[in-house]
């Protein structure tokens, strides 16, 4: 059985442990705490934890106000929330700001499950990487998450993190290195290379097994920062298997695939696919249920591997 | 600080010529909007907050944010009055490559503690401000000047209900009652009215007042200082364009400059006078 790690658990225990070690961190939600798990911190801290009621533009000024003066603000809710409904308090007010914000939200993509469409975000990378002074991050696993949320105590400037509903496989072990910007090799591969982030990462790692089975090599890269994005990395795989797919649960319009096809294309164009969404909008059904009927599974992502090599090898 | 009423008169004035005529050199931005309120930059910057124009950052002080950004001008000319910097600056207003941005930027400007432009958002950004300094103990006070018109942003009440919820009572917001906004008479656009029972609702301490009248502005942020427990809102009725007979009360003037000869005859109006201006 493989061992699972909350994102959002993780999430709220690592603000706990940095709410104890630094006085600064505060953490605003939006009537979501019990499902953001933003309720550890609250529940250890709660001067420093401020319920903002449904009020999501709210929420995202008042942070950048508490960045401002200084502070070190999480805002968090849902994806979807986060960043459509206060799209423009989060450009006006963090984003053109420079403020130290840290937007982390919960619940993204089709995971999301039986709440359906309404609340699964499948835009929110593309509309935070398309923020000047923004980074965008996406967690892989529990421990990743933990790790980047460390990081946010010292890290300069605005972040989007992008959370999740679900639990994840164990990837990564305690002394696994985040950096911010750094992609991280999980597997070497000389026939093509999977480029995922998120929940994307543990599918592809089981499509590369799949794919050794048949006999392909497959490397595997977690691009856990979409930006700034490591451009050494994608140019260093293009130049190596000259087939990329790359995996997010994401419309493909936008996400971690357009991050990577603008790279190739500028730099090293080579061929590629995108596993993503489909362009449309999610539905309800179990996480599972939906994993296969958007085409998420890591049969899904080795198909598209051997798509992308029988194509270069012009067969 | 101590300026007395006459002083506060005189400096808003000059404030006033100094907007008008970099408004006629940059020849785009918001006459109206920053005229009406500089009699309450005025009362602000000069009297009533604990702030060193030498020290911007200095810990502990007062906080403002101009959350009806597109007045620009009014803050810049108050605060280049103030000391934050060179009044020279005040003729590179929205050129390309000046600190004065069309709408502040707080990386740019000293003094501008948020960026604004975007209406609706002041209110919230004041409450985080209000709520670090109470976190820290801090004796610092926030101000917020907002728009009538912007009183039609969804957020705006958002953020009351966070104020008076929070009991923020190192918050005092002024509503710059103008009546006016790009489209016409607010009234007509989209009613705001009855606006001091809609705050009252909300749960704050409002006070009414002449937003152009010096002494009242004064004993309107003395008030404030003493309320406790919530959040105050200054009802500030003025006129938009106050100051200048060109522009007074004129829908046109929200985004419109002075002409060279509006410019001209205005400057003779104001300095032809003992007395500031008619309306
Ligand atoms: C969110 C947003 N919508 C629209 C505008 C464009 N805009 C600039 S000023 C203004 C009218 C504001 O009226 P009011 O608040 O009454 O300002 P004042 O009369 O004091 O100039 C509008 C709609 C804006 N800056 N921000
Ligand atoms: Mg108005």
Redesign the pocket.
């Known amino acids: 059985m493989e061992e699972l790690l909350g994102i959002r658990e993780s999430y709220g225990e690592a603000l706990a442990q940095i709410g104890a070690e630094n006085k600064d961190v505060v953490v605003l939600d939006a009537d979501l705490s019990g499902s953001t798990k933003t309720s550890l911190f609250a529940k250890k801290f709660p001067d420093r934890f401020f319920n903002m009621g449904v009020a999501e533009q709210d929420l995202m000024t008042t942070a950048a106000g508490f960045a401002a003066a200084g502070k070190i603000p999480f805002a968090s809710t849902f994806a979807i929330f986060a960043t459509g409904k206060a799209f423009?308090q989060v450009r006006q007010s963090i984003a053109y700001t420079k403020l130290n914000v840290r937007v982390v939200s919960t619940h993204s993509g089709i995971t999301v499950g039986e709440d359906g469409g309404s609340h699964q975000a499948i835009e929110d990378i593309a509309l935070m990487r398309s923020l000047p002074n923004m980074t965008v991050m996406v967690p892989a696993d529990g421990i990743e998450m933990k790790k980047m949320i460390r990081h946010m105590l010292d890290f300069k400037g605005p972040v989007y993190i992008r959370g999740a509903r679900n639990k994840y496989p164990k990837l990564f072990d305690d002394d696994y290195k985040f950096e911010v910007g750094k992609a991280v090799t999980i597997r070497e591969g000389k026939d093509a290379t999977v480029i995922a982030c998120g929940y994307m990462v543990s599918q592809s790692l089981k499509a590369c097994d799949i794919l050794k089975e048949k006999g392909y090599d497959v490397g595997l890269v977690n691009m856990s920062t979409i930006k700034p994005i490591d451009t050494g990395a994608i140019i260093h795989a293009a130049k190596v298997t000259k087939a990329i797919v790359t995996a997010d649960e994401h419309n493909v319009i936008g996400g971690l695939g357009s991050a990577v096809a603008e790279v190739l294309g500028e730099s090293s164009p080579c061929l590629m696919k995108r596993v993503g969404i489909k362009d449309i909008f999610g539905k309800s059904g179990s996480a599972g249920e939906l994993v296969k009927r958007y085409n998420l599974t890591p049969g899904d992502v080795s198909d598209a591997v051997m798509q992308v090599i029988r194509k270069r090898d012009g067969q | 600080m101590g300026n007395d009423i006459k002083e506060l008169e005189d400096i808003a004035r000059q404030l006033r010529i100094d907007i008008i005529t970099m408004l006629n050199k940059a020849k785009s931005g918001?006459t109206?909007?920053?005229l009406?309120?500089i009699d309450i930059l005025t009362c602000l910057y000069f009297k009533e907050m604990n702030i060193d124009p030498a020290d911007p950052d200095k810990p502990d002080r007062d906080k403002f944010v101009l959350s009806?950004?597109?007045?620009a001008p009014a803050l810049y000319a108050t605060l280049a009055r103030a000391g934050y910097f060179d009044k020279a600056e005040l003729a590179t207003l929205r050129k390309y490559g000046s600190i004065l941005q069309g709408?502040p930027d707080m990386n740019l400007v000293p003094g501008v503690e948020m960026s604004t432009?975007?209406?609706?958002q002041g209110l919230s950004a004041a409450n985080g401000m209000a709520l670090a300094a109470k976190l820290d103990g801090a004796p610092t006070r926030v101000y917020v000047i907002?728009?009538?018109?912007?009183?039609?942003?969804g957020q705006i009440w958002e953020a009351a209900m966070t104020a008076h919820h929070y009991k923020i009572d190192n918050l005092c917001a002024f509503v710059?009652n103008?009546?006016?906004?790009?489209?016409g008479e607010?009234e007509k656009i989209m009613g705001i009215e009855p606006l001091a029972d809609k705050w009252r609702a909300f749960g704050w301490h409002v006070i009414s007042i002449n937003g152009n009248d010096i002494a009242q502005i004064l004993e309107a942020l003395d008030e404030a200082d003493r309320t406790k427990h919530r959040p105050t809102v200054i009802i500030a009725k003025t006129v938009?364009g106050k100051g200048f007979s060109f522009c007074a009360g004129k829908v046109k003037y929200?985004?419109v400059p002075p002409s060279d000869q509006e410019l001209e005859e205005a400057l003779k109006e104001i300095g032809g006078s003992a007395t500031p201006h008619q309306i």
């Open positions: 423009e | 918001h109206g909007g920053s009406s309120a009806k950004g597109h007045a709408h432009g975007s209406l609706g907002m728009g009538d018109g912007e009183q039609q942003e710059d103008n009546g006016l906004q790009i489209d607010v938009k929200h985004g």
